[in-house]
């Protein structure tokens, strides 16, 4: 198994910046791909943003050129660099995993809120 544990959320105003962390632990070596989605009130959860062993990125449409994902393989840990945030990026962000076997695994979440 993987375990997730993410750190970084918080109340920031429009405009702000945040930095997401997620940290795995356990099975890291079967680690295929790590990734952060997002889930506002009454909606679903989404895409954000993902990035594989080699580095490899994908991001939503909503935030490119605002959000840069990044991994340090060392630490283990992927980054999600949130500049320019608006009202409408607050939620509830989750770390994700896939593993080479396509087990998936979540963090438990952590809240970010844009509000001036």
């Known amino acids: 198994q993987v375990q997730l544990v993410e750190s970084g959320g918080g ?6 910046s ?12 079967s680690i295929k791909t ?6 506002a009130p009454g909606k679903q959860r989404e895409l954000v943003a993902t990035i594989t062993w080699g580095g490899s990125t994908d991001y939503a449409d ?3 050129d605002r959000f ?9 840990t992927v980054y999600l660099q949130m500049n320019s945030l608006k009202p409408e990026d607050t939620a ?3 770390c994700r995993t896939v593993t080479h076997w396509n087990d998936n695994y979540w963090g438990q ?5 844009v509000a001036s």
């Open 11 to 16: 109340l920031v105003q429009p405009g702000g």
């Open 18 to 29: 945040l930095r997401l962390s997620c940290t795995a632990s356990g099975r890291i070596f």
């Open 34 to 39: 790590m990734g952060w989605y997002r889930q």
């Open 62 to 64: 909503s935030v490119k």
């Open 68 to 76: 840069d994902i990044s991994g340090d393989n060392a630490k283990n």
């Open 92 to 94: 509830v962000y989750y």
């Open 109 to 113: 979440g952590t809240q970010v809120t």
